[in-house]
């Protein structure tokens, strides 16, 4: 069984081409008029050989 992590790398490399690697985790915490709307974690992947992007966010 493969980690989420590794789900998401695969999925990035298989929609975006290139070589996606791990950079961080990112918490955030979206509000609206002071309630929250969405909170969770955002992984952030660079991607090589991708010739229009060098990021990507899942």
Known sequence: MISERE???EA???QHGG???HV???PLKETFEGQTVWE???EVFDIEGN???T???A
């Open 51 to 53: 010739p229009k992007t």
């Open 12 to 14: 990035i490399e298989s």
């Open 24 to 26: 961080e985790s990112v």
């Open 40 to 42: 969770g974690v955002v």
């Open 19 to 21: 070589i996606a690697t």
């Open 7 to 9: 789900a998401l790398i």
């Open 55 to 57: 990021r990507a966010y």
